[in-house]
C-alpha cells in the first residue's frame, strides 16, 4: 500500500515545485545571498529542512533525537558562506534525506501504519502514524521550497535549469 500521491509529492510534482531542482543549480553565493527583509537564505531553508527531515527519520526509526528548546536551533548560521564544497553536501543531504523519505513512502501499510510518538514543543508528546509523520515532511518541505523559488526569483536565478513554472 505505497503512497504513490505521498512519493510524487516528495519530489514535487504538479502544484509543488522540485525541491531539488529548486537548489541543485546555483551556487553557493546566490544559496547564502540574504535578501532584504527576509530572515533566511536559501542555504538556511535547505538546512532547516534537513534538520527536521532527520529529525523525524530518527524518531520514525524508533530514536528519541531531543527536541529543539527554541525554534532558532533548527536554523543553522553558515560558517562559510561562500564554500561551494559545502553547500554542495548540504544540497546532496538534501537529497539524500528526500530519497529515504520517498524510499518510506513507499513502504508497505505494516511500515506506514505503524504509530509513532513524535515530540513537540514545551515537551508535548502525540502519537501519529508513520505515514502521517512523512505527510508532514512533505507539507514542510513544500512550503519552504516555495520560498527556496521565491528567493531564486528574487535573485534572478528562476526558473532551475530541470524546469520550473514561470507565471
Known sequence: MSD????TLVYGKGA???????????SAEVASRRASGYPHTIWQLVLHMNFWMD???RTIAGENPTYPEHAIESWPELRDP??????????RAFSDL???????????????ERAIVKAGAANSRRECSVHAALWEIAAHNSYHTG???????QSGAWP???????W
Do not use: F, M
Not at 504513490?4 to 512519493?7: A, E, G, K, S
Not at 520560498?147 to 526569483?153: F, H, K, N
Open 4 to 7: 504513490q500521491t505521498l512519493r
Open 16 to 26: 509543488h515545485a522540485d525541491p531539488v531542482a529548486c537548489v541543485e543549480d546555483i
Open 55 to 57: 529529525y523525524d527519520l
Open 82 to 91: 561562500s564554500n561551494e564544497d559545502d553547500w554542495k553536501a548540504t544540497v
Open 98 to 112: 528526500l530519497n529515504q523519505v520517498a524510499v518510506l513512502a513507499d513502504s508497505d501499510s505494516e511500515v506506514l
Open 147 to 153: 520560498q527556496v523559488a521565491l528567493l531564486r526569483r
Open 160 to 166: 532551475p535549469e530541470r524546469g520550473g513554472d514561470s
